[in-house]
């Protein structure tokens, strides 16, 4: 029982905190709507093997998430709890993961501390309480790496299992979101092999075999796909993703360094302890660190290179920033190691920019004119601060505290007492993190999206047609449930505006495109209402 209760424990605070607040606000456009979506539409047409939207074919991402989300909506409902539920499940296993692997190999105290600076960084902890695909997806990679290391670290006939491992959950994340996932494996180790000065090749049999079962996880449905489809489809999800890396996909572009400043603020605090060399105890786990370097490096390096920019896409990082962070922790703790004065300092501007956030949201929130002269040239934004949302003065508690823990920690870190400043530092993330969804979420999804959102429920059940004008969602196929056997030209936005159509048609648009949808289809749509920066439009 002395065994199994450290893990008990760890799964119970878990789902504790993994659950709390999980359905409180709506998904948000586009990523976790989108994948909600998916599942909606298998369970709507009961066709698992396909990914749609809006009853077509969707060919960015492989089944398996969605295949997880259909299960806990036939079991919850068709609801966002649902969605997310599979992410909060992924964020428990997650843990108990890290806490195994830690005593492995480390000891049980240096796992302990693992699983706290990994849910107590902001956003390891909050991709757990979202409904996107990059936790499972993260999880598989960081387990096919795991088993790679284990297999070249040891040299008996059991390592083969390990192997074996290691293929089975690349071919997972290869289902979960694509051949990235082999990439970022293959690359790590490669990365690895010259970080270790060639120290562990990778025999021709071996690599065969792991390449041969990876492949066969992965056929799992690519394989039956093609045998029933053809090659079509695979075709399109293959030059999606070669499309993907080499242009800003769908407007996402940003600076060269982007996910450098991204991981090092997101992945607060754990970020600024990475930074130390040290190495770690033991020849074992010296691979297992250069292991996680390596994987490190190659993320960044990627992603750097690819044009699209997106937080999800640097996200694996979060499991190698998280181990390396634990590492120097545990050095400090064990007085192996001091902390730089540089270090402190960056742990504290950081953690006031963060307190700094959350103390000016209910302050502006409280007084939106204050935005209005920055926001001027946006008349989006501009309208959406229109909505009537009541920030009460206690919000502002939140954030000073904050502020008060981080300036805490820091004179902790100066007088060299690092236990009492870390565990201050990472408790008081945590709990902050469950603050701001429970708190604050709520509304900021009032200002965003919540007056769209409130119209395409309004049709939910209705037979009508509803999309959005001049601007990408999901949100209208699956807060108004969209229902299957659509006639084939509905899902032509040129025939809902023009076409003869069969029934009730609505239209959603910003108000920053009203003035040009009106010239052009004035004659055929009339304006419903507006409200906080959208334009709710109806076909004559």
Known sequence: MTRVAPYILIGIIALMIFLHSLGRVA??????????????????????????????????????????????????????????????????????????????????????????????????????????????????IFLGIYFLFLFLNESSSASRKQLLLSAVFTGLAILTKGPVGLLIVVLSYLTFYFLSGRQYPFALRYLIIWLSVTGLVALIWFGLEILQHGWWFAGEFFRYQIRLAQTKDAGHGGFFLYHFVVLLIGCFPASWFIFKKADASGDRTNMFRKWMLAALAVILIVFTLVRTKIV????????????????????????????????????????????????????????????????????????????????????????????????????????????????????????????????????????SQEAALEFYRSLKGKDVYVRSLGFKSYAPYFYSGVRPGLRPESKDIEWLLKGAVDKPAYFVSKITRKEKILDEHGSRLKILYEKNGFVFYQRR
């Open 312 to 447: 999800h896409y640097s996200s694996f990082a979060y499991f190698p920033i998280g181990y390396l962070a634990t590492v120097n922790i545990y050095n400090l703790l064990t007085q192996k190691n001091r902390m730089k004065g540089w270090q402190r300092w960056g742990l504290l501007v950081t953690g006031l920019i963060w307190a700094l956030l959350f103390t000016a949201l209910p302050v502006l929130g409280a007084h939106p004119e204050w935005l209005k002269v920055l926001l001027k040239k946006d008349a989006f934004a501009l309208a959406n601060l229109e909505a009537e949302v009541s920030w009460e003065p206690i919000l502002i508690l939140p954030g000073i505290l904050y502020a008060g823990t981080v300036v805490y920690s820091f004179i902790s870190f100066k007088a060299h007492r690092y236990k009492k400043g870390i565990l201050t530092l990472f408790l008081a993330s945590l709990v902050s993190i469950q603050i701001i969804l429970t708190f604050f979420v709520p509304k900021i999804e009032q200002y």
């Open 27 to 140: 998904l948000f456009d586009w990523d976790e709507i989108n994948f909600a979506e998916s599942a909606r539409e298998m369970i709507e047409t009961g066709n698992y093997m396909r990914v749609q939207i809006n009853y077509e074919p969707f060919w960015e991402k492989p089944p398996l998430f969605f295949w997880m989300q259909a299960g806990a909506m036939h079991l919850f409902g068709i609801n966002e709890w649902a969605a997310r539920l599979p992410n909060a499940v992924c964020g428990v296993i997650t843990l108990l993961i890290l806490y195994s692997i830690g005593k492995r190999l480390h000891n049980e105290i240096f796992a302990r501390w693992w699983v706290l600076i990994y849910a107590g960084s902001f956003l390891p902890h909050l991709y757990f309480k979202s409904g996107i695909i990059d936790p499972w997806f993260n999880l598989f």
